[in-house]
């Protein structure tokens, strides 16, 4: 008996081990070893220019352009930058951010030279302006928030404040616009409930709970390299100070991962990030950048949707909670998100972002029964989830503009005919970059794009 046991168990390890990516990002607990064995060097400022064995003349051309970069920042954003280096000494998330803005060993040299201004003081459309006057487009939207340009999200944050303003910020109780957004959201998503948090994060932390407590198992399952938020189970690798026990990395796009599924009876839920189509596998490249350091970024959405559809059949037959986390893409792909965009529907859905309309979210959609936080037989048996600003009147009344506005003639037809428009414009705009020799090529999902350095540098 014990040795059929032992068997059974071996096999599982085994089939857990053949569904995780070869990769360090694959193997968390791995990643956090050789991460604390790295030692900590930096680069002088020949090494800064010659890392890569470049010929004289490559880095004496270099030098001299990082010079004339330097001397130009330092005129152009002056303002900018006084007051970014006053601040990072009292900011500590400035500190980190402008400390891993490069690679470490070119960080020393890049901070000393090269800063970067972290302040703005004015927004209209698609652009940003500095304390210097210098304006800006804004490639990224905020993280994602900004996907109908910033004087659309003014608008929604002041008319939402007027409409609330005779109740103010009393918290606790409801402002009626709560009940109004609750059942916009449950159209759009096909869900049955709907709960509200105050960021993505936190969303994505009460569907995996809710999960864990109807179906009385422990185990998560992420893709490798999807984001799914900052806290502890869902970033089981680098920047996690404690190890994870009840979370499974698996292979995005795998039958081996599939397999996995099938077979283990531990296991809760499933997170799926529908970004990760144009990089399975892979981390998506950073909000601040866009840049992919991979030099490719591709995506089929017919075998990706193929795919998803395999997860919910799978979750399906196993019990298993398959959740959407379309913080990022929500609104993004189609007015219903991902479920709309690849034809599955989820068991769970989380929102964000620009769902705010300019003010920070988080909501949960779900199926009636997985929805509930307790259980009628057992008064002491329930699911716990609360925050002190959940449903503020403020962003409830911003949120309530963003969802009436969808429906709007004017922003309804810019969901029509949406891959097209913004399949033609990246290859309108890769069509110019090959003409003017550059290696440098956009990649996109719908209006999700990310650019990709064809060749490493001379």
Request: net charge positive; hydrophobic share 40%.
């Given at each position: 008996?014990?040795?059929?046991?032992?068997?059974?168990?071996?096999?599982?390890r085994?089939?857990?081990?053949?569904?995780?990516?070869?990769?360090?990002?694959?193997?968390?607990?791995?990643?956090?070893?050789?991460?604390?064995?790295?030692?900590?060097?930096?680069?002088?400022?020949?090494?800064f220019?010659?890392?890569?064995a470049?010929?004289?003349?490559?880095?004496?051309?270099?030098?001299?352009d990082?010079?004339?970069?330097?001397?130009?920042?330092?005129?152009?954003?002056?303002?900018t930058?006084?007051?970014?280096?006053?601040?990072t000494?009292?900011?500590?998330?400035?500190?980190?951010?402008?400390?891993?803005?490069?690679?470490?060993?070119?960080?020393s040299?890049a901070?000393?030279h090269?800063?970067v201004?972290?302040?703005?003081?004015?927004?209209s459309?698609?652009m940003?302006t500095?304390?210097?006057?210098?304006?800006?487009?804004?490639?990224?939207?905020?993280?994602?928030?900004?996907?109908?340009?910033?004087?659309?999200?003014?608008?929604?944050?002041?008319?939402?404040?007027?409409?609330?303003?005779?109740?103010?910020?009393?918290?606790?109780?409801?402002?009626?616009?709560?009940?109004d957004?609750a059942?916009?959201?449950?159209?759009?998503?096909?869900?049955?409930?709907v709960?509200?948090?105050?960021?993505?994060?936190?969303?994505?932390?009460?569907?995996?709970?809710?999960?864990?407590?109807?179906?009385?198992?422990?185990?998560?399952v992420?893709?490798?390299?999807?984001?799914?938020?900052?806290?502890?189970?869902?970033?089981?690798?680098?920047?996690?100070?404690?190890?994870t026990?009840?979370?499974?990395?698996?292979?995005?796009m795998?039958?081996?991962s599939?397999?996995?599924?099938?077979?283990?009876?531990?296991?809760?839920?499933?997170?799926?990030?529908?970004?990760?189509?144009?990089?399975?596998?892979?981390?998506?490249p950073?909000?601040?950048?866009?840049?992919?350091?991979?030099?490719?970024?591709?995506?089929?959405?017919?075998?990706?949707?193929?795919?998803?559809?395999?997860?919910?059949?799978?979750?399906t037959?196993?019990?298993?909670?398959?959740?959407?986390?379309?913080?990022?893409?929500?609104?993004?792909?189609?007015?219903?998100?991902?479920?709309?965009?690849?034809?599955?529907?989820?068991?769970l859905?989380?929102?964000?972002?620009?769902?705010?309309?300019?003010?920070?979210?988080?909501?949960?959609?779900g199926?009636?029964?997985?929805?509930?936080?307790?259980?009628?037989?057992?008064?002491?048996?329930?699911?716990?989830?609360?925050?002190?600003?959940?449903?503020?009147?403020?962003?409830?009344?911003?949120?309530?503009?963003?969802?009436?506005?969808?429906?709007e003639?004017?922003?309804?037809?810019?969901?029509?005919?949406?891959?097209?428009?913004w399949?033609?414009?990246?290859?309108e705009?890769?069509?110019?970059?090959?003409?003017?020799?550059?290696?440098?090529?956009?990649?996109n999902?719908?209006?999700?794009?990310?650019?990709?350095?064809?060749?490493?540098?001379?």
């Open positions: 008996m014990s040795l059929a046991a032992s068997t059974v168990g071996l096999k599982a085994l089939e857990l081990s053949k569904a995780k990516h070869r990769s360090l990002a694959g193997h968390p607990r791995i990643a956090r070893f050789v991460a604390s064995l790295v030692p900590f060097y930096q680069y002088d400022e020949a090494r220019f010659g890392s890569d470049a010929p004289d003349d490559i880095v004496a051309q270099r030098r001299a990082f010079a004339r970069l330097e001397d130009l920042y330092r005129k152009r954003f002056a303002s930058l006084r007051l970014t280096a006053e601040a000494e009292l900011i500590s998330d400035l500190q980190f951010t402008e400390a891993y803005r490069v690679p470490f060993q070119f960080s040299h901070r000393q090269l800063p201004g972290a302040f703005l003081q004015s927004s459309g698609v940003t500095d304390l210097d006057g210098n304006s800006f487009y804004d490639l990224t939207g905020s993280y994602g928030v900004n996907l109908f340009g910033y004087d659309f999200y003014k608008e929604c944050i002041d008319r939402g404040i007027e409409r609330v303003h005779e109740l103010g910020p009393v918290l606790g109780s409801y402002h009626p616009l709560v009940a957004n059942a916009r959201l449950v159209r759009l998503s096909g869900m049955d409930e709960s509200f948090h105050m960021s993505g994060t936190e969303a994505v932390m009460q569907a995996v709970r809710l999960a864990r407590y109807h179906t009385r198992r422990s185990q998560l992420r893709f490798c390299g999807a984001y799914h938020g900052w806290w502890g189970d869902v970033q089981p690798g680098v920047g996690n100070p404690v190890p026990h009840e979370t499974y990395t698996l292979k995005d795998s039958e081996a599939l397999r996995v599924l099938r077979n283990r009876r531990d296991i809760a839920c499933v997170l799926v990030n529908p970004v990760q189509i144009m990089h399975p596998n892979s981390a998506a950073a909000d601040s950048t866009l840049v992919d350091s991979t030099r490719q970024a591709h995506l089929d959405r017919a075998a990706y949707a193929d795919w998803l559809k395999q997860l919910r059949a799978i979750c037959e196993r019990g298993i909670v398959l959740i959407f986390d379309e913080v990022f893409v929500g609104f993004r792909l189609a007015p219903g998100g991902a479920q709309e965009y690849f034809g599955v529907r989820a068991d859905v989380t929102y964000g972002k620009t769902l705010g309309g300019g003010l920070p979210i988080g909501a949960v959609c199926r009636k029964h997985l929805m509930k936080r307790f259980t009628e037989d057992r008064p002491a048996d329930i699911c716990f989830a609360r925050g002190t600003f959940n449903s503020h009147p403020y962003v409830m009344a911003a949120m309530n503009e963003f969802l009436r506005r969808l429906e003639p004017a922003i309804a037809a810019l969901y029509r005919d949406l891959d097209e428009l399949d033609g414009r990246a290859a705009l890769n069509r110019r970059l090959r003409d003017a020799g550059l290696p440098v090529q956009v990649a999902l719908s209006s999700i794009w990310t650019i990709c350095y064809t060749r490493p540098s001379a």
